[in-house]
């Protein structure tokens, strides 16, 4: 079965995939409890989902491994999981089986599309420069959600937001755990994520701000209360039209970003070869039939983790990192307690700290083109300030068509521009004016 793997034409060996798949293992393991208490929050019992992202990340890792033979480990994405919760259950009164619906849907749509040239039509059409915007635009926005919950951003009938009460012993906590988790990132500290979000639980259950665990490991929960619950039915709605849009276009970018980041390092392949080609499209296969997996399973939409990048980094070269990467996640199953205890404050600065990362990709954009300015703006600013990434997706790729009409720069209105402009037009009048869309379909 090694032989599969071609670790020797990848110049490389099992000891050196185990020791890459553990160093990305260490290096996400928080996103098991991150995406419980996230999906928590949307009405999810905490239990059943500390379980399923454990073992729909051990499949997905599994699965890219020998589908695709790349390093590249698969989870609940960061960003997907705090719209799924904040930006469309709480704040659409969307109930979590049908925001799995949602979801479900969305990457059905990305399965077939996976397996056409769409994927291409899609590298070559958008500018990356505006994938680079929505990237630190859903960093804005998580980074504002991460805060809020905090109880460092709250809010005020006077300026909307303020700044929160850090004598709140839960609002300190988070703050600790804030100042650790970029302590630990300027340090470039292996596993970073993890020792931060240990070390500010201790610091809480120490000083009795949160309750410590009564127990360290046990039998895996049971996932029966959210395993093949979505409604698929609610979600073939008008009104979830934009939701849908919004998870299949963020995860397409989020994939194909993620993917070309991680793996250019190593070489893995490369947008203008056809070996490199192939191995990208593998890639986003898994993604796809993953996250409709996970839909299925009872979790948001299911990626490609940047931490992968750690792996890379410790040598892993080839699909068998990912393998290794799934299996140690079995482990997690058998300490749920203690992931359930962790403090939501030690983990929450997570979200910023992700934020700031995502935030970053501003000064790779290029600012003389007036288009690109005006529409990386608007889709930074409106996705925190309206606290929807389709709004602020939608408002830049239209923003971006008309700057491109005014300066009559007809050649950059490709047909990728003309479809997504169009298609965000519609997703925005849905959204702002659902009544007049009430009366038009009526």
């Known amino acids: 079965m090694l032989e599969f793997f071609k670790l020797s034409q990848n110049k490389t060996s099992v000891k050196q995939e185990f020791n890459a798949g553990l160093t990305t293992f260490l290096a996400m393991m928080y996103i098991v409890p991150v995406n419980a208490l996230i999906l928590a929050d949307a009405g999810m019992p905490k239990e059943a989902v500390l379980a399923v992202t454990a073992i ?20 609940a994405g960061m960003g997907l999981n705090a719209y799924f919760t904040y930006g469309l259950v ?10 799995l619906g949602v979801v479900f849907i969305s990457a059905v749509i990305f399965v077939v599309l996976s397996f056409t040239n769409f994927r291409i039509w899609i590298i ?13 635009g859903i960093g804005a926005f998580i980074c504002f959600i991460g805060l809020k919950q905090m109880g460092l951003i709250v809010a005020s009938p006077a300026t909307l937001v303020t700044i929160g009460n850090i004598a709140n012993p839960t609002t300190l906590i988070g703050v600790i755990g804030l100042v650790i988790i970029l302590a630990a990132w300027a340090l470039n500290l292996k596993a970073g994520f993890v020792l931060a979000v240990a070390l500010t639980s201790v610091i809480a259950w120490v000083f009795g701000v949160y309750e410590a665990p009564s127990a360290v490991v046990a039998l895996p929960s049971s996932i029966s209360p959210i395993f ?10 008008l009104a979830l039209m934009p939701a849908i849009l919004t998870f299949f276009v963020t995860h397409l970018f989020d994939s194909i970003g993620t993917l070309t980041g991680v793996c250019n390092r190593a070489n893995l392949f490369s ?34 983790f940047a931490e992968s990048a750690s792996g890379v980094e410790a040598g892993g070269r080839t699909g068998l990192t990912a393998v290794f990467t799934g299996l140690l996640f ?15 404050n030690a983990i929450y600065p997570i979200l910023v700290m992700v934020g700031v990362l995502m935030f970053s990709e501003l000064g790779k954009i290029d600012y003389s083109d007036p ?6 703006f608007f889709t930074v600013v409106l996705m925190p300030l ?57």
């Open 124 to 136: 070559k059409n958008i500018p990356l420069d505006l994938r680079r915007a929505i990237s630190a």
């Open 371 to 376: 288009a690109i300015c005006v529409a990386t």
């Open 56 to 75: 729909i990340t051990t499949i997905a890792c599994v699965f890219n491994g020998f589908w695709a033979n790349t390093p590249v480990a698969l989870s």
């Open 386 to 442: 309206t606290y929807s990434i389709t709004v602020g997706l939608s408002v830049g790729f239209i923003a971006y068509a008309i700057i491109k009409l005014v300066k009559r720069e007809f050649k950059a209105l490709n047909s990728g521009i003309i479809t997504l402009s169009l298609i965000s037009l519609l997703a925005f009048l849905v959204i702002s004016a659902p009544s007049l869309f009430g009366k038009i379909f009526g």
């Open 90 to 99: 709480l704040s659409q009164n969307v109930s979590w089986q049908t925001a």
């Open 228 to 237: 093949a619950q979505l409604d698929i039915m609610g979600a073939f709605k």
């Open 271 to 304: 947008e203008k070869d056809e070996e490199g080609t192939k191995k990208l499209a593998k890639n986003l296969e898994s993604d796809a039939i993953a996250s409709a997996a996970g839909a299925v399973f009872g979790t948001s939409t299911i990626t490609a």
């Open 330 to 344: 079995v482990l997690t199953l058998f300490f749920l307690p203690l992931f359930g205890a962790i403090p939501a």
